[in-house]
């Protein structure tokens, strides 16, 4: 989304830097922030991209992408301060999406948003295509980290989320994991350090659908109580129905009222969320929708 704030700093360098910075915020980054209803067109537009991109390449990750798309859509289309015209903005605000398979709904977002031509979302996972079925940050502008491998992004995050401290710059630094991602140890070491570090310009964001690969978490490896979890490891923890772009906000902007910690948010959501015979339905972890189904969920996502 083109920040017209920022075209202001780069243009007038006489501006003091605290007054630009101070300016700089997320919203006003925003030329003109959407209303919960055509934010929620968005969603269901991220979605049709899910299942098309999907659905041509005969393979990828369905089911997590899905659950997610109210908070992609709450970051990119309302909240991130970002430009899709320089990807590589120092300033811009970081999205990393540590639950890397879900990578369709990254590429729709950076699509619709003006990363690269929505044309070429429909290459997903095609030799030479700059959309592979996991994110690649050398590749595909916009990605922030290359992902697949789980349990990597909260420390990666931490990372450039101290960077920013040394750099003396404004950025926020989100991240997006999976439920079944935080069986990873690296998981739980990374939230330590963030408390520790008091990397209170970070928020991680935990897609908690109850599924991961196999089946439901609580059989795979029982998390609960998740919330707890992370408060006790010192994170300033909310919880919302990730379905809701209203409560989604609110939390992002709650969380950057926040000092001296990090926030999560536990958002509560519906593997497969927007197309019944997906939803809570394991076998879309990582299975295309045939060329039938993909009809059908087209259908229902009109
Ligand atoms: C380190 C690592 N172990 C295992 C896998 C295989 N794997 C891919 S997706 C997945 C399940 C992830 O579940 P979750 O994080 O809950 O994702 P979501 O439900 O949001 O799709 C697993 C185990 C992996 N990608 N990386
Ligand atoms: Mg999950």
Redo the contacts with the bound molecule.
């Keep these: 989304m083109p920040s017209k704030k920022r075209r202001t700093i780069r243009a007038n360098p006489s501006a003091s830097a605290a007054k630009a910075r101070a300016e700089a915020t997320s919203s006003q980054a925003i030329a003109k922030p959407l209303t919960v209803e055509a934010l929620k067109e968005r969603a269901k537009k991220l979605r049709r991209h899910i299942i098309a991109m999907t659905a041509r390449a005969g393979s990828g ?1 369905p ?2 992408s899905l ?1 997610s798309a109210e908070i992609i859509t709450a970051l990119y289309f309302n909240f991130l301060r970002h430009d899709p015209r320089d990807p590589r903005w120092p300033d811009r605000d970081r999205f990393v999406l540590s ?1 890397g ?2 990578a369709p709904l990254l590429y729709a977002a950076l699509a619709e948003t003006g990363y690269f031509p929505v044309e070429e979302l429909l290459t997903l996972r095609k030799l030479d295509s700059r959309m592979q079925g996991h994110t690649d940050m050398t590749t595909t502008p916009g990605v922030e980290m290359s992902a ?4 990597q992004g909260l420390s990666f995050s931490i990372g450039i989320a101290l960077a920013a401290r040394l750099d003396r710059r404004d950025y926020r630094v989100y991240v997006l994991l ?4 935080c069986d ?1 140890g690296q998981v739980w070491e990374a939230a330590m350090a963030a408390s520790h570090y008091k990397v209170d310009n970070l928020v991680a964001i935990v ?1 908690r ?1 109850q ?3 196999d089946g439901w ?1 609580y059989d795979v490896m029982d998390t609960e109580p998740l919330a707890e979890k992370w408060r006790s490891f010192g994170w300033h923890t909310i919880e919302v129905d990730g379905h809701e772009l209203a409560q989604i906000l609110a939390a992002l902007d709650e969380a950057k009222q926040v000092k001296g910690r990090p926030t999560a948010i536990i958002a509560h959501t519906t ?1 497969g969320k927007g197309v019944s015979f997906m939803e809570n339905n394991p076998e879309f ?1 990582g299975r295309a929708p045939t060329p039938e189904e993909a009809e059908r969920a087209l259908k229902e996502l009109e």
């Design positions: 990750h089911g997590g659950s639950k398979h879900a697949g491998s789980l349990g999976g439920d079944g991602e990873e897609d659908n599924q991961q690969i978490t593997k972890h």
